[in-house]
Each structure stands twice: as structure tokens, then as C-alpha cells.
């Protein structure tokens, strides 16, 4: 009787106890598991990034422009990174990846995490669109430098004419008021154009349109350069433009392939569309090139791998490769027919054809992706997968996103004319904005 009543006791004991921990093992089954694989993968695609903004784009770029002007967009460059990399942390990543206030949180987020706020080494982000953890430290991060080479892209339509004040300044309210508003709406669980469907794998609306709309605002409202369409304007350093170039596309792996936010095979599909699509492109400029002027010249080419790059940007890991090429051939062709013959129609001066390559080729590829994803293409698209419909939704994305940046940056472009000035005496414009705004030269002989 006795060892009965004892082991009754006992059952009963683990009974209770079991029920006690169900709640905390339900808890911990249900806490994400964070994948070493998938955090290095994180971390490595993070650095590549920056690799592409510091040094790429700024060598891309400050060859392109003349020699008194080439340190100007070195430290335009690297001075929009730095700042943008303490404005993110501070409160950018609140607003573009958490739940927004009432009615407008489809179109921006709150301050909950301002300041990092409740962001530990313990902490995981899942993403908020397929549940894959990872630490929250690695994927705001990695979320920073497509926050930081955005704007960074826009200074290249007005370069060598503009004060390098002014270019900090307009950064500052640019990622506040457009950039972060535009990320949350694409790529937050509860953004607008999110629940819309729209597809934007690695930033084809976020970073390429919005900053090529951006760029052609800024090179209408400055004007243009002084001896614009009279004076040789060549670049100074073609090699420069070519290191530039391939840093931008070996960095780029990391850009699209690193947005799948896991190393799997999706990550390596986008790393082979990430290679035939800009290689289709540059070949398809060079040999419209060849066709138009006679000759196939490197910037044509480099400039056509660009708009390769930009194009599948979207698509990366929701095209074929088959699909990423043929995306690649018509982003080749249409941006050279934007840089050379529509550019020149209109007369605006986008310096380093920053609306031409990122702009166009953005539209491309975000239009283009409905096409190119749908599953009988070879594409991954999910679900009864409707072309027509899934196009439809592509372009009302792109219109919102033109409309949002163009009228913004109008807006900002203004607000910075009336508060600092957006453009140098023509004394210090012919001098050169390295000795202007910093007092050095790119070359002393």
C-alpha cells in the first residue's frame, strides 16, 4: 500500500511538472534556430556590398569625371556612406523595418528600435518574409549598406557641380523621407507594395529606380555643367572606371545573392544569374555600340554590364538563367538607346547617366521580372502564377516608386537650395570642387 501511494505520488509529481514545462518547451520549439552557414553567408555578403559602395562606386565614378573633380566624388562617396550608416543605426532601420503607426504603417514604420532599442546578440530577425533567423546584428547590417549605396548612386547624375554640403545635407532628409519609407513599403511584412505582391528580390524599386528618379530630379533642378554640350567633358581614368566596374560586379554577388538571406540553392541561382545576365547586357550594348558609332569602346561595355546588373537586381533569385539572359540582352539595348539617343533628345545633363543605367535599367528589370519569374519560364514564381497579373502589379510598383522619389527629391532638392545652396560659384565650378570644397588635389605633378 505503501509503495503504491509512493508511486502514484511520484506519476503524479511528473504529471504536473510536464504540464508546468509545456509552456516553455512549446516556447523554445517555437524560438528560431540561427544557422551558422546562413549568418556567415550574412556577414561575407555584407562586406561585399560595401566593397561595391567603398571602393567601387567611388572609383567608378571618379574616373568618369574630370581630374579637378575626382576627389570630390571619392569623398562624396565615402562621406554619404558614413553618414548614412549613423542615421540607420540611429533610427532608419526602425522606420523602414517595424510596425508603423495606425493608418500609415503600409507606408512607413515606428521608432520602436530606434537607437538599436531591444537589438542584442541574442536577438534574431526571421526576416519577415520566410522565417529563415538570423542574427538581427547581421541583417541590419546588411540592410545598412543598401540603405548607404543608394544615395550614393544620385550624386553621379550631378556630379562636378554641386556643393559638397549640400550633397550631405539632401542625404540626410533623402533616406529619411524617401529611401526608408520606399524600403518599408517593399520590403516589410506589412509594407503597401508588399501586400501587393510586388516582386523585388534585391532592390530593383528600393535602390535602382529610386535613386536613377532621384538622380535625373537633382541634374534637371542644378543644371547643367558650365561648358555643357561646348567643352570637352571626356573622363580622366578610363582604368580607373574599369577597376571600379568589376569591383561593383564582384561586390554585387553579395548585393543580390546575399538578399536571399540564406545559403541555399536559391542564393546560388542568383549568384549564375548575376553573371549572364550583366555578361548578355555588356554584350548587347557593345554590339549596339559597334552597330551605331562603329566601334565597341570599354566604357560602353563596363556601362552595359552596369545596366545588367541593375536589371536583374529584382529577378536575381526569381528568374531561370535563361530568363536572366534574355533579361540582360533588352536592359543592354534599351539603356545604351537612354544614354545616347534619349538623353541627347531631351538635353538634360546626367553626368554619369545615372537615370539612364539605374533608372531605365531598374524599370526594366522590375517590369521584367513578372515576366521572367513565372514558373513556365523557368522562373520561381509561387503560386497560380498569372503573367499579365503579376506585370500589372510590377508597374504599379515602379509608378508609385517614380512618383514617391520624383515628387520627394523635388521637394528636398529645393529645401536644400533655399537652407545651404546647391551649387558652387561658376569661379569655384571651373576651379574644380577638389579645391573648392577640400582644398587637394587627385594629382599633384
Known amino acids: 500500500m505503501n509503495l503504491r501511494h509512493r508511486v502514484t505520488t511520484t506519476l ?8 508546468a514545462l509545456s509552456p ?18 550574412m556577414l561575407v555578403s555584407t562586406i561585399l556590398v560595401i566593397l561595391m559602395t567603398i571602393p567601387g562606386l567611388a572609383l567608378f565614378y571618379g574616373g568618369l569625371v574630370r581630374t579637378k573633380n575626382m576627389l570630390s566624388l571619392l569623398t562624396q562617396v565615402l562621406a554619404i556612406f558614413s553618414l ?43 526576416t519577415f518574409t520566410k522565417g529563415v533567423a538570423i542574427p538581427e546584428f547581421a541583417f541590419l547590417a546588411f540592410q545598412l549598406t543598401f540603405a548607404a549605396i543608394t544615395p550614393s548612386l544620385i550624386v553621379g547624375a550631378f556630379a562636378e557641380r554641386i556643393k559638397f554640403g549640400a550633397v550631405l545635407l539632401f542625404t540626410a532628409l533623402w533616406a529619411t523621407f524617401v529611401y526608408f519609407p520606399i524600403a518599408h513599403m517593399v520590403w516589410f511584412s506589412e509594407g503597401y507594395l508588399f501586400g501587393l505582391g510586388a516582386l523585388d528580390f534585391a532592390g530593383g524599386t528600393v535602390v535602382h529606380i529610386n535613386s536613377g528618379v532621384a538622380g535625373l530630379i537633382g541634374a534637371l533642378l542644378i543644371g547643367k555643367r558650365i561648358g555643357y554640350g ?24 553579395g548585393f543580390n545573392a546575399g538578399s536571399n538571406l540564406e545559403a541555399t540553392g536559391t542564393a546560388a541561382l ?7 545576365a550583366p555578361a548578355a547586357a555588356g554584350l548587347a550594348w557593345m ?9 565597341a569602346s570599354l566604357l560602353g561595355l563596363a556601362s552595359g554590364v552596369v545596366a545588367g546588373l541593375v536589371a536583374i537586381t529584382p529577378a536575381a533569385g526569381l528568374a531561370g538563367p535563361m530568363g536572366s539572359i534574355v533579361l540582360g540582352l533588352v536592359a543592354g539595348v534599351v539603356c545604351y538607346i537612354a544614354v545616347t539617343s534619349v538623353k541627347n533628345a531631351l538635353g538634360y545633363d546626367d553626368a554619369l547617366d545615372v537615370f539612364g543605367i539605374h533608372g531605365v535599367g ?30 500589372w502589379t510590377q508597374v504599379i510598383a515602379v509608378v508609385i516608386t517614380i512618383a514617391w522619389t520624383g515628387i520627394g527629391s523635388a521637394i528636398l532638392f529645393k529645401i536644400v537650395d533655399a537652407v545651404v545652396g546647391l551649387r558652387p560659384k561658376q569661379e569655384a565650378e571651373r576651379e574644380g570642387l577638389d579645391l573648392a570644397d577640400h582644398g587637394e588635389r587627385a594629382y599633384n605633378y
Open 362 to 391: 531598374g524599370i526594366v528589370g522590375a517590369i521584367g521580372t513578372g515576366i521572367v519569374a513565372a514558373p513556365s519560364l523557368g522562373g520561381l514564381g509561387a503560386g497560380e502564377y498569372s503573367i499579365s497579373g503579376q506585370v
Open 84 to 126: 548614412v550608416a549613423i542615421i540607420w543605426v540611429f533610427y532608419g532601420y526602425s522606420l523602414a523595418f517595424t510596425a508603423g503607426p495606425g493608418g500609415i504603417g503600409a507606408f512607413i514604420g515606428g521608432f520602436s528600435k530606434a537607437f538599436l532599442a531591444g537589438v542584442t546578440t541574442e536577438t534574431t530577425s526571421d
Open 24 to 41: 516553455a518547451l512549446a516556447e523554445e520549439a517555437a524560438a528560431p534556430t540561427v544557422n551558422k552557414g546562413d549568418t556567415t553567408w
Open 230 to 253: 561646348k567643352d570637352l567633358l571626356a573622363p580622366h581614368a578610363l582604368t580607373l572606371t574599369f577597376v571600379g566596374a568589376c569591383l561593383l560586379w564582384v561586390g554585387w554577388f
Open 270 to 276: 542568383a549568384v549564375i544569374n548575376t553573371i549572364v
Open 287 to 295: 554590339g549596339a555600340e559597334a552597330f551605331g558609332k562603329g566601334k
Open 12 to 19: 503524479r509529481g511528473l504529471a504536473l511538472s510536464l504540464v
